[in-house]
């Protein structure tokens, strides 16, 4: 793995790129490039919910912060939104991308990208109040080894609108309340999806989890 690049810096975010970083800086990965990408700030009304100590761009803010920490690391950042102009840019063959966006408008447009290149990984989480899931889309020189996102999932493959930077995230977080737990979950199952690929022990596609029911479940899907 050579260049990783993490989408959306929010709740699950939050609790990604701690133990990612701890992970690739002390494994056999220290070389890879982390890219984080998002345009949205951090204000100090976001304190309630993510950890930062500098005012202003989410990526640059966090790239800066976590480079302190982790000096080992090459750890660059894109202040911008994923979209139609820029997502030819910022998803790049050979890719392990790390998708923790809220809107299926903006997972609808990286798949797409990510189907269109020889070689690629995609990892996506999201969840909603107490259950979410993990989906992973892989390419290895132009053949597919695991389903599209949009295979199994009507809403990606529909989701209609513009993305997200339309809609203020404090108006999103109020529309769609979040549990600490849940982003906790979620992170945690994409590190571990990320660990499976990298030792080439992947057997699913997706990963089911209700927190509520204290479930969770793999799934293995054909193409």
Not at 114 to 128: F, S, V
Not at 158 to 182: F, K, R, T, W, Y
């Amino acid at each position: 793995m050579q260049t990783l690049k993490v989408i959306g810096l929010g709740g699950i975010a939050e609790y990604l790129l701690p133990p990612l970083l701890r992970y690739l800086t002390y494994s056999d990965y220290s070389d890879t490039v982390v890219t984080l990408v998002d345009g949205d700030s951090f204000e100090p009304k976001n304190l309630s919910r993510q950890s930062f100590r500098h005012i202003g761009n989410k990526a640059e803010v966090r790239a800066t912060e976590l480079r302190e920490v982790f000096p080992q690391l090459t750890i660059k950042y894109i202040g911008e939104y994923v979209g139609d102009a820029n997502v030819n840019m910022v998803i790049n063959e050979g890719d392990v991308v790390l998708l923790c966006v809220d809107n299926h408008s903006t997972r609808r447009l990286v798949g797409a990208r990510c189907e269109a290149l020889d070689n690629i990984c995609l990892i996506t989480g999201g969840n909603e109040y107490t259950d979410g899931n993990v989906i992973v889309f892989v390419k290895k020189d132009g053949n597919a080894l695991k389903p599209t996102i949009t295979r199994y999932h009507p809403e990606i493959a529909e989701a209609e609108g513009d993305h997200p930077h339309d809609i203020g995230c404090d108006i999103q977080v109020v529309s769609s309340p979040q549990l600490v737990p849940m982003n906790n979950l979620i992170s945690g199952l994409m590190l571990s999806t990320l660990y499976v690929y990298l030792v080439d022990c992947l057997n699913y596609c997706e990963i089911q989890i209700d927190m509520k029911r204290g479930s969770a479940r793999a799934l293995r899907l054909p193409l």
